[in-house]
């Protein structure tokens, strides 16, 4: 996808004029999106934290313009948001919400190798939903969704994989020698991961999981 073409999903939800637009796309064109950084095993909000990127740096540069055209009055009639009404990625407050936005329960994890500090509830497509936990500089995200398909977002090929019996669950846990950074299951009508931003060993995913699985 061309700059311009991401520029102009982006303006399509701020309302700008032809020389504010000439302006901010020009601003914006040294920016080099392209740039390798840290793989992330969730495309999904790889997607959303470049739109919000996006976002952010085309407010900026609009005030910018304004600041050095006084002259022209400012044609944005209300705030702009980072996600776009209708696309349907939609961030809530709490695990209720969440569930009244996908139309299924949905059971957060309690417990995890790390004191929670923040959690970030996300609903996709009224079909996915995903709460990210962050604490002590990790990340595990949760993601439950319809069908049995693999919902992670995690397509990195793991040298190692193995099976954990939990219940009457089987887990896939993904990883290598030195550890398991994913973990996978469905029942049937759902399909569930755990990601983890350190890699674990068995015994500690079993602590995660079994007080979370029947």
């Not at 994913?182 to 991961?193: C, I």
């Amino acid at each position: 996808m061309t700059l311009s073409k991401k520029y102009e999903e982006i303006m399509d939800h701020i309302k700008v004029t032809p020389e504010m637009g000439k302006y901010i796309l020009e601003q914006m064109e040294p920016v080099d999106f392209t740039k390798p950084g840290l793989k992330s095993a969730l495309p999904v909000r790889k997607i959303t934290r470049f739109a919000a990127l996006a976002a952010s740096l085309t407010v900026v540069l609009t005030g910018i313009f304004f600041l050095r055209n006084p002259a022209v009055n400012s044609p944005i009639s209300e705030s702009p948001t980072v996600i776009a009404s209708g696309n349907g990625i939609v961030e809530v407050a709490s695990e209720k919400e969440l569930a009244e936005q996908v139309g299924f329960e949905i059971n957060g994890l309690t417990s995890l190798p790390f004191q929670v500090e923040d959690t970030i509830y996300t609903a996709y497509w009224k079909s996915l939903a995903e709460i990210t936990y962050n604490g002590e500089g990790q990340t595990a995200v949760y993601r439950k969704g319809y069908g049995s398909d693999d919902v992670s977002g995690d397509y990195t090929s793991y040298a190692q994989e193995t099976e954990l019996k939990i219940g009457n669950t089987a887990v896939t846990l993904k990883g290598d020698d030195t550890g398991y950074r994913l973990a996978t299951w469905t029942d049937g009508t759902y399909s569930y991961s755990i990601s983890l931003s350190q890699k674990t060993d068995t015994d500690s995913w079993k602590d995660i999981l079994e007080p979370f699985l029947p």
